[in-house]
């Protein structure tokens, strides 16, 4: 029989934090995953998304419900390492709290999730159904893992969804997509004090902003869970020296957007409203969608929420609150073309708001806590 130990658990997660997955290098993480499955005669694959990054896929048992389990390998950068109490990449234990670049957002529910799937297959515990492991690449920066498995079909026949995100108080079932857009004007470089020598490109990407700035966050269209899209536009980019008037301009802008503003919408209208400005001479703005991840609308009601709020008050000592996000996870891929009666939830071991954070760190209870959490429930799921 086999139980990992509390030390077990330990040195696993410090072995993935010294990986420096920073948006690149998920296959040092998918590899240890998978030579670690191999230890215990479960198969994996490494499924390649790019020419340097890839997912990882591992399967337990056979048949229906088919349920699948989620988790990003890459981290942020951790910034200014001078800024952390002790090394980023060195998990260091102290007051209870493990810390290292990754200990919250998400690798402590990533190996919960592979530690949970070795337990059920060395001591014969899933008698019923499958259990599909799905590591992703890319979930911090464009979500493209995620997209590569929706392509590839392995969502298909999935009956029940769970992403491991820390939100270890909070059951999450439906959240906000993201669009980033670039937008660029193209204007005519000339002397400052001979301004009407050229086109200053700054000019109509500002009011193009403005304007789009009050038609997308003044829209009063409104989703009862999620709330109301929000445009921010967050860099601006012109000019090389005060005094020559620049010939180019770029902006980028990033959008929470929700079912009933979707990202089509928004797009189109962002090309149509381009359109009307170049129109007028020599004004050239164009629109470039640099990423683009649908919002995920669920009803939360499943029998999947209701067990793991059981489980979270007996495991946690804590009532699980069940919400909408404005935050986005690899689900924006993984659930297209679900309706919303699908089993989804984001919950995992960690607090959304350490996410990011210099001294990131995931409580060392409830890294233990959502091991027991996720088998309880894989098996109330599969009984």
């Known amino acids: 029989m086999k139980q990992f130990t509390e030390e077990e658990k330990i040195k696993i997660l410090s072995d993935i934090i010294a990986m420096k997955s920073v948006n690149e290098n998920e296959i040092e993480v998918a590899n240890y995953l998978k030579d670690l499955f191999s230890q215990y005669g479960i198969d994996s694959k490494i499924v390649p998304v790019t020419d340097t990054r890839v997912n990882l896929v591992a399967e337990i048992g056979s048949g229906s419900p088919v349920i699948g389990i989620s988790g990003h390998m890459d981290v942020v950068s951790p910034g200014n390492e001078s800024e952390w109490t002790s090394d980023p990449f060195t998990m260091t234990e102290r007051d209870g709290k493990l810390y290292g670049r990754g200990t919250n957002d998400m690798k402590a529910g990533l190996i919960n999730l592979a530690l949970v799937m070795i337990e059920l297959k060395e001591n014969n ?17 464009g979500g493209a893992g995620s997209k590569k498995l929706y392509e590839e079909g392995y ?102 957007t929700i079912s009933e503003f979707d990202n089509d919408e928004v797009i189109e209208l962002f090309n149509t409203t381009a359109d ?108």
């Open 125 to 141: 515990e899933l008698t019923k159904g499958t259990v599909r492991f799905m590591a992703t690449t890319g979930e911090e920066v």
């Open 155 to 256: 969502m298909e026949d999935v009956d029940y969804l769970w992403v491991a995100e820390p939100s270890h108080d909070t059951i999450i079932y439906s959240h906000k997509g993201s669009l980033n857009l670039r937008v660029t004007s193209i204007g005519e470089a000339a002397h400052s004090s001979m301004p009407d020598q050229g086109y200053n490109a700054i000019n109509p990407l500002m009011k193009y902003l403005l304007e789009m700035d009050e038609k997308l966050n003044g829209d009063e269209r409104k989703n009862e869970v999620l709330g109301k899209l929000v445009m921010s536009t967050t860099i601006f980019n012109a000019g090389n020296q005060v005094n020559s008037v620049p010939e180019k301009a770029e902006a980028q802008i990033n959008v929470r």
């Open 276 to 383: 009307k400005y170049n129109k007028e001479e020599g004004s050239k703005i164009n629109v470039e969608v640099t990423m683009s991840l649908p919002s995920v609308f669920t009803t939360g009601q499943s029998d999947m929420v209701d067990l793991t709020k059981e489980l979270g008050k007996k495991h946690l000592g804590l009532e699980i609150s069940v919400k909408g996000s404005p935050g986005v996870t690899d689900a924006s891929n993984l659930l297209r073309g679900k309706d919303e009666n699908f089993p989804f939830m984001m919950f995992g071991p960690g607090e959304t708001k350490m996410a990011h954070k210099t001294d990131e760190y995931v409580y060392k209870k409830y890294y233990f806590a959502f091991f027991d959490i996720y088998k309880e429930l894989i098996l109330g799921l599969t009984k």
